[in-house]
Structure formats: structure tokens, C-alpha cells
């Protein structure tokens, strides 16, 4: 069973930063592409970040550019989202997932993730 559990949501002040982990098990975590996507209130989800298996390709949102960082640590089975100078927009609830098949590259699409983690609240105040 593949299980993704994120962690290290919170409140945060406009301009502050948070670091979002998500945790995998249940299958060869290094075999498979990884993404960030978030959903706010009455939004659809959307893609905010993804990194290839290997970690040397990552791909963003024009919204995140230049502020947040995906990153992955195959040894941990781990991925990260670092995320700095915070928006108010940036509001939003925030999964990690898995990606559905063996890819060279990381896609930005939500069908192409299989297994979803259960969501970190990310609120940032004005």
C-alpha cells in the first residue's frame, strides 16, 4: 500500500516562509516522478511544483517561480517544498503525490499522479 503523509503546514505572516515534507512508503520511491499541488476554497486543485525521479529536473507554477523549491531525498524517500516570501494567495491546502508510471521527466498534469497524500494547511495572514 503506498502511503504519502505530508507535514509542516501552518500559519504564517505575508513575506514569511514554511517548509512542507512529505513522507513515502510502499513502493520505490527513486522509480517515480513527484508533484505539489494545492487546492484553496472553492478552487480547483492546481500544480505548483514537480521533480523528476532523480531529482535533476524540477518544474513550477509562474505563480511559485522564483519563491518556492521542490526537492527530494531518494535515501529518505522523502520530498520537500520550500516556500518563501508567502502571499496571502498562496493560502490553500497543499498534497503531495506520486507519480502514476515510470517517466523520465515530471509532468504537471493531476492524472498523471497516483497516490495522493492526505493535505497540509497552509494559511498566510496580510
Known amino acids: 500500500q503506498v502511503l504519502l503523509v505530508e507535514s509542516g503546514g501552518g500559519l504564517v505572516q505575508g513575506g514569511g516562509s514554511l517548509r512542507l515534507s512529505c513522507a513515502a512508503s510502499?513502493?520505490?520511491?527513486?522509480?517515480?516522478?513527484m508533484g505539489w499541488f494545492r487546492q484553496a476554497p472553492g478552487k480547483e486543485r492546481e500544480f505548483v511544483a514537480a521533480?523528476?525521479?532523480?531529482?535533476?529536473?524540477?518544474y513550477y507554477a509562474d505563480s511559485v517561480k522564483g519563491r518556492f523549491t521542490i526537492s527530494r531525498d531518494n535515501a529518505k524517500n522523502a520530498v520537500y517544498l520550500q516556500m518563501n516570501s508567502l502571499k496571502p494567495e498562496d493560502t490553500a491546502v497543499y498534497y503531495c503525490?506520486?507519480?502514476?508510471?515510470?517517466?523520465?521527466?515530471?509532468?504537471?498534469?493531476?492524472?498523471?499522479?497516483?497516490?495522493w497524500g492526505q493535505g497540509a494547511q497552509v494559511t498566510v495572514s496580510s
Open positions: 521533480i523528476s525521479r532523480s531529482g535533476g529536473s524540477t
Open positions: 503525490a506520486s507519480g502514476r508510471k515510470l517517466l523520465g521527466y515530471a509532468p504537471q498534469v493531476r492524472d498523471e499522479y497516483a497516490y
Open positions: 510502499g513502493r520505490t520511491f527513486s522509480n517515480y516522478h
